[in-house]
């Protein structure tokens, strides 16, 4: 089945399951972090790689399968703000990073006006414990949801990637962007990249925000830089 910006939720949904059960994937799959309209001229754009969780087995993880929060909450507006992870209520590193990403550098931006979605929806605890047999077929299906995910983008102020070392030229190829600058992100040699797209106002791609809390840290004096700085 090939998907498009035309194709119906549903057509998407048949897809991931298909590919979900054919690569052998028990944890459940999510995508968007949020409503499906949120697809829709979003002013920002988040991008991991997939829905992590999984390693505990009180989860639930495994009934999880959702296209996005419509058919979950449809209460949340984002995720990373209105639904925390944490135990006992609270927001984990990657939510408080996220939230902090926003309202550091796009306060102006509501929840709701941000599109959040996974490259790859299937869960795994982390991206090396994924399947490795399917690990091909669920980087393929990421890309080929591409086109019906961002298809009715417009032109946001920025896309932020995080953790997509593994797909980062997929994604560079499809928002047809230009390397700018590697900046130093004041966590030893770590960089991020910062390109310019006709897609986009920017295109970053950060490290993992769960394992590198950058923002808040007196050692990342680059924020403004690769949030505000020139593209030229």
């Given at each position: 089945?090939?998907?498009?910006?035309?194709?119906?939720?549903?057509?998407?949904?048949?897809?991931?399951?298909?590919?979900?059960?054919?690569?052998?994937?028990?944890?459940?799959?999510?995508?968007?972090?949020?409503?499906?309209?949120?697809r829709l001229?979003?002013?920002?754009?988040?991008?991991?790689?997939?829905?992590?969780?999984?390693?505990?087995t009180d989860?639930?993880?495994?009934?999880?399968?959702?296209?996005?929060?419509?058919?979950?909450?449809?209460?949340?507006?984002?995720?990373?703000?209105?639904q925390?992870?944490?135990?006992?209520?609270?927001?984990?590193?990657?939510?408080?990073q996220?939230?902090?990403?926003?309202?550091?550098?796009?306060?102006?931006?509501?929840?709701?006006?941000?599109?959040?979605?996974?490259f790859v929806?299937?869960?795994?605890p982390?991206?090396?414990?994924?399947?490795?047999?399917?690990?091909?077929?669920?980087?393929?299906?990421?890309?080929?949801?591409?086109?019906?995910?961002?298809?009715?983008?417009?032109?946001?102020?920025?896309?932020?990637?995080f953790?997509?070392?593994n797909?980062?030229?997929?994604?560079?190829?499809?928002?047809?962007?230009?390397?700018?600058?590697?900046?130093?992100?004041?966590?030893?040699?770590?960089?991020?990249?910062?390109?310019?797209?006709?897609?986009?106002?920017?295109?970053?791609?950060?490290p993992?925000l769960?394992?590198?809390?950058?923002?808040?840290?007196?050692?990342?004096?680059?924020?403004?830089?690769?949030?505000?700085?020139?593209?030229a």
């Open positions: 089945m090939e998907i498009s910006a035309s194709s119906t939720s549903e057509d998407v949904v048949a897809l991931i399951s298909t590919a979900y059960a054919s690569g052998g994937h028990q944890l459940g799959w999510t995508y968007i972090f949020g409503p499906s309209k949120s001229q979003p002013k920002l754009v988040t991008i991991g790689l997939n829905p992590g969780g999984g390693r505990t989860g639930g993880w495994a009934e999880d399968a959702h296209l996005s929060q419509d058919g979950a909450d449809p209460t949340v507006r984002n995720s990373y703000f209105d925390p992870w944490g135990k006992d209520g609270a927001y984990t590193p990657l939510q408080r996220i939230q902090l990403l926003v309202t550091r550098n796009y306060s102006h931006v509501l929840p709701e006006e941000i599109l959040s979605f996974q929806p299937f869960r795994s982390s991206w090396t414990e994924m399947p490795k047999s399917s690990v091909a077929a669920a980087i393929e299906l990421g890309n080929s949801l591409l086109g019906w995910t961002l298809g009715k983008l417009g032109h946001p102020e920025a896309v932020v990637c953790g997509l070392k797909v980062r030229e997929l994604i560079v190829e499809w928002f047809e962007a230009e390397l700018v600058a590697n900046v130093p992100v004041g966590w030893g040699n770590v960089s991020a990249q910062l390109y310019r797209s006709p897609k986009a106002g920017r295109l970053i791609f950060l993992h769960s394992r590198f809390g950058i923002f808040g840290r007196p050692a990342f004096v680059n924020e403004n830089r690769l949030f505000n700085g020139s593209l």
